[in-house]
């Protein structure tokens, strides 16, 4: 079946630190990726897609490639912020036969202090 | 740009009783979709429609039952509601099941439900 699987949390890191958050993926068919971040009491808000192999998506200063042959889509950002602490969760949809559920990671809690 | 709108944001039942939430997805966007997320876990697919029709179904439990209507808002309808069921509930809309948008889905700020 399709799953996605994430690096375990919390992550805590200093503010202007290297981001790397792991995501990989089991999928038949052709996923299309994707990192949502979800704020502290908030719903989940669209980070980054990719569609296709070796795409990147990048947003805000976050980026992921999409790599087919290590069924990866890690989530990188080069300077996080204080303002960056969330959960971010890696996700999937796949095709042909979609009806464009997502299926979600377990959720990486980031934060970063001062 | 209009959202997703959810109501009630906060919902407080007793064991057994029935719960309704509902959502509007953006306009213009002909499929809704309903993810429960249960405290410190990740969102888990319920159900889904489109164009008023049920278009998947996920681990959605008998006692809930759901349904788009005409102006393609959705409800989600939830009877003898258990502890269990305590939990954040999503709604996203899209447009066209996603087939020409990648699949990207724009989620409601959620309703939390609390069962006593």
């Known amino acids: 079946g399709n799953s996605v699987t994430q690096m375990e949390g919390p992550v805590t890191l200093s503010e202007e630190a290297f981001l790397t958050i792991n995501c990989t993926y089991t999928?038949?068919?052709?996923?299309?990726l994707f990192w949502y971040v979800q704020y502290p009491g908030e719903g989940l808000q669209l980070l980054l897609k990719a569609t296709k192999a070796d795409d990147k998506g990048s947003n805000k200063g976050f980026e992921a490639t999409y790599r087919k042959e290590t069924t990866s889509f890690h989530l990188e950002k080069g300077s996080v912020q204080v303002s960056d602490s969330a959960v971010y969760f890696c996700a999937l949809t796949t095709r042909p036969s979609n009806t464009g559920k997502l299926i979600f990671g377990q959720g990486t809690t980031l934060q970063v202090k001062p | 740009a209009a959202g997703v709108i959810q109501s009630p944001r906060h919902l407080i039942k007793e064991k057994r009783e029935t719960a309704t939430l509902k959502c509007y997805p953006i306009?213009?966007?002909?499929?809704v979709y309903w993810y429960q997320q249960g405290p410190g876990q990740d969102p888990q697919f319920l159900i889904s429609?489109?164009?008023?029709?049920?278009?998947d179904k996920g681990s959605i439990p008998d006692r809930f039952s759901a349904q788009q209507f005409s102006d393609y808002h959705s409800e989600l309808n939830m009877s003898s509601l258990e502890l269990g069921d305590s939990a954040l509930y999503f709604c996203?809309?899209?447009?066209?099941?996603?087939?020409?948008?990648?699949?990207?889905?724009?989620f409601g700020p959620g309703t939390r439900l609390t069962v006593l």
């Open positions: 996203a809309s899209s447009l066209d099941l996603g087939r020409t948008t990648h699949n990207e889905q724009f």
């Open positions: 429609f489109y164009e008023k029709m049920q278009s």
């Open positions: 306009p213009r966007h002909d499929t």
């Open positions: 999928a038949t068919g052709y996923p299309s």
